[in-house]
């Protein structure tokens, strides 16, 4: 006699454990393929486009000086990069297998799902949602300071343009560090604190995406070559006001704010992601992916590091800015002009990256709910536009909302630790997939396997742990999401998918019963 308990366990971890193969992600994408037109260097492009951006313009001055939580590198920030670009190699290997034998669009989320089964994949997709909607008010809050800094450098402008007050351009928690609560608004015992300019540009970024992205492509290029053209113009005037005795001392907080100034900065890596999620659209992708997730990663890390060599040799650590650190080093050696014109390419640049992340947020989530695991109302498509509008409107409403409590620094690091976990987990899913499936096609191998994604593992889970002994708020708030996520999964995702599968088998018995009625 069978044991109804055996039998209901055995039941549930094996759809714990469903995995979808491979092939049925390839046949999804033949049906509905599309046109592969990239190469090497559109790829290398694409990356430069996703990774400059957000990492030069909101962590950076961080990563420097650090925060009340975490110490900063100094100087030796470069040694960070360093560290951080070679951490990244390991992931992006494995990202150019994966995106060469699974070509489709969907990223870490379809990897995840062909190796490690349906509560792995939403776990994956509930931590891509950290690293991309929580990344958005990290990103829009910086938005707000460049805004501010433009807005400095119109004498004619209103003081509340220029010098607004602190409650309209912070979240409370960042307004609490520089005033007191007696110094906020409060309404019925509640604090009112309103980025207002952060709040205006991911409403502008939602309505844009809700007209769909094609009408924003054109603008968005423009957007990126300002901000790559601002960055040249930093590097080239900014090294005419180095001062080395500014890098003294190199390493003001020694190994321990080396390490963490390298858990600051991987937040400007996010960027493969990118990359891989053209695997569909790339011509010879066993060999133009490697070219453009390596080409990227080596690009854009000797960007960095001149940046950082420039910023740390015009002005004292101490008063390098967090929130435009590179706009307020060109007004501190006295260059008002180019301090605007940093603004400006800041905005730009920051604007994109904005559209770049709340565009990921609701695709994941409109991905999700595809797949069963999130209400179908969340994969409405509005009738007009073709744009998943319920979803999209949702994640805005709740980005608003988090802008509001949640602090730049705080919302930055939760960011990184979903990039550490996402880069982790398609480390872990090569070595599964070697051992489950040898025998599959693999047009480009990660070289040294297993060594090369172990030593990813080890890389990112390393940062990751110093980061979560100094990180105390991130710390907490990164293992909550987790829980959040899983207790969302069990009450709502697994029971919905049970029905949805039972749903589709009576799809399939009707048309058996119907095809063979009609023979």
């Not at 060599?309 to 501190?332: C, E, N």
Request: hydrophobic residues 50%; aromatic residues 12%; charged residues 10%.
């Amino acid at each position: 006699m069978q044991n109804p308990i055996k039998n209901f366990i055995g039941k549930f971890v094996s759809n714990l454990l469903k995995k979808k193969n491979p092939d049925e992600f390839l046949e999804q994408s033949a049906k509905g393929g599309l046109k592969k037109t990239l190469n090497a260097f559109d790829l290398i492009i694409l990356g430069i486009s996703a990774i400059i951006g957000a990492g030069i313009f909101v962590m950076i001055g961080s990563a420097v000086i650090g925060t009340t939580e975490r110490v900063g590198a100094g100087p030796a920030l470069v040694i960070s990069i360093a560290i951080v670009a070679v951490a990244c190699v390991f992931p992006a290997l494995c990202y150019a297998e994966f995106a060469s034998m699974i070509p489709v669009s969907g990223s870490a989320y379809i990897y995840t799902f062909a190796t490690m089964g349906e509560f792995a994949a939403w776990m994956m997709g509930w931590v891509l949602m950290l690293e991309y909607a929580i990344g958005t008010i990290a990103v829009a809050s910086s938005w707000t300071g460049y805004l501010i800094k433009l807005f400095q450098g119109f004498p004619f402008l209103p003081e509340i343009m220029k010098n607004p007050p602190i409650w309209l351009t912070n979240d409370y928690q960042t307004a609490l560090l520089t005033t007191t609560d007696s110094a906020i608004p409060h309404f019925l015992g509640i604090p009112i604190c309103l980025n207002l300019p952060a709040m205006f540009i991911i409403t502008v970024i939602a309505c844009i995406l809700l007209k769909g992205m094609q009408e924003s492509a054109n603008f968005a290029k423009i957007m990126v070559f300002v901000k790559v053209a601002v960055i040249g113009l930093f590097i080239v005037v900014g090294a005419c006001y180095v001062r080395p005795e500014n890098w003294t001392p190199f390493a003001p907080f020694g190994v321990k704010g080396i390490l963490m100034g390298a858990f600051a900065i991987f937040y400007a890596y996010i960027g493969f992601d990118a990359i891989s999620t053209a695997a569909e659209e790339t011509k010879d992708p066993q060999k133009n992916l490697p070219i453009g997730l390596i080409g990227s990663l080596l690009i854009c890390s000797i960007i960095y590091a001149m940046v950082t060599f420039v910023l740390t040799g015009m002005m004292p650590m101490g008063q390098i800015d967090l929130a435009a650190p590179i706009a307020v080093a060109m007004s501190f050696v006295g260059q008002d002009w180019f301090a605007g014109a940093i603004s400006i390419g800041a905005l730009a640049g920051l604007t994109s990256v904005l559209l770049v992340l709340q565009y990921g947020t609701s695709r994941i989530l409109y991905a999700m709910a595809r797949d069963g695991f999130l209400p179908p109302v969340m994969k409405k498509i509005h009738p007009k536009f073709q744009t998943p509008w319920f979803i999209t409107i949702g994640s805005t409403i709740l980005m608003l909302l988090g802008s509001l409590f949640i602090n730049m620094q705080v919302a930055a690091e939760l960011a990184i630790f979903g990039t550490f976990t996402s880069f982790v987990i398609v480390c872990i899913g090569i070595l599964i997939l070697r051992k489950t499936e040898p025998d599959r096609p693999r047009p480009f191998k990660v070289p040294c396997c297993p060594w090369f994604p172990i030593i990813g593992i080890v890389f990112c889970s390393g940062l990751m742990f110093v980061a979560l002994r100094e990180v105390k708020t991130s710390a907490f708030l990164f293992p909550l999401w987790i829980v959040i996520g899983i207790a969302i999964y069990f009450l709502y995702g697994y029971q919905n998918n049970r029905k949805n599968e039972k749903l589709k088998l009576q799809m399939v018995e009707e048309t058996t019963t119907e095809e063979v009625t009609n023979k």
